[in-house]
């Protein structure tokens, strides 16, 4: 399987409203990859501490986004190269976080 992760850093300046981004920006998200790629599942880990607690959150939040196969990967990027499909989502992220996003693609591998 593989993951497109949509990482959130925490910092003293940044925001995120999850409730916009669970009410309007995942819905929009998932609306806009679908021509691109199947996505598996989604998980959300809303950050709540880091070692110490909730001082050192080091991220508001990580999303998981699942394929199948590297093609969902190459889909997820297609999506944000084709303005007219990704934009929307892209212009989206002001409304719930100030946060630099960052990008991680990786392949998972169940260790069970």
């Known amino acids: 399987m593989y993951c497109a992760k949509i990482i959130y850093p925490r910092a003293s300046e940044t925001f995120f ?3 916009h981004y669970f009410e309007v920006h995942l819905p929009l998200a998932l609306a806009a990859i679908k021509p691109y790629a199947d996505v598996v599942k989604v998980e959300v880990d809303k950050g709540e501490g880091g070692m110490s607690g909730a001082d050192d959150l080091p991220f508001h ?11 969902g990967i190459a ?3 297609k999506l944000f190269a ?6 929307a989502v892209a212009d989206d992220i002001a409304n719930y976080t100030n946060s630099a996003v960052q990008f991680q693609f990786s392949e998972t591998i169940d260790h069970s």
């Open 17 to 19: 409203d999850f409730d």
């Open 75 to 77: 889909g997820f990027r």
């Open 82 to 87: 084709t303005p007219e499909d990704g934009q």
């Open 61 to 71: 939040c990580i999303c998981s986004v699942y394929f199948d196969s590297e093609e």
